[in-house]
């Protein structure tokens, strides 16, 4: 099996696109009051979009994104992604993190630099790990 590394870079084209589908949502009627009783709080779906359209910067979470180590292989005629982070002492421990349903890999995210630079939490860095963590196909 080999691995190729590659960093997160969603094309300028798809986030048009995804602005203008957001700007056209065609909105639901709703009965008044009803909240959640009847599926989505249009109100609380209308403040998402907004914030999906004017608040958030998805360039901003894709540099934050690929400050970790994206891998690709192939098992089984199956592609996989994954993360791989050498840890930063002198014998890392390997520790493969997994996750659940439904969640992915940004589960980890906060965790993956104490496991792999201990040192710079105020650990020993002995106790650094190489840390994996795929993404479970499907998830």
Do not use: C
Not at 78 to 94: C, N, Q, R, T
């Amino acid at each position: 099996m080999s691995a190729e590394k590659f960093q997160i870079k969603i094309a300028d084209e798809a986030l048009i696109d995804l602005n203008n589908r957001l700007q056209k949502t065609r909105w639901p009627d709703e009965r008044p009051g009803s909240g959640w009783d009847f599926g989505t709080d249009l109100s609380q779906l209308k403040e998402l979009v907004n914030y999906w359209q004017n608040d958030y910067d998805w360039r901003k979470q894709e540099a934050e994104l690929n400050r970790l180590s994206h891998f690709k292989a192939e098992i089984s005629d199956m592609a996989i992604h994954f993360v791989h982070e050498h840890g930063k002492g002198p014998d890392p421990f390997p520790i493969i993190l997994t996750h659940g349903y439904p969640d992915s890999f940004l589960r980890f995210q906060k965790i993956i630099p104490l496991l792999t630079d201990p040192v710079a939490y105020g650990a020993d860095r002995s106790d650094s790990f190489d840390v994996v963590v795929p993404s479970i196909p499907g998830y």
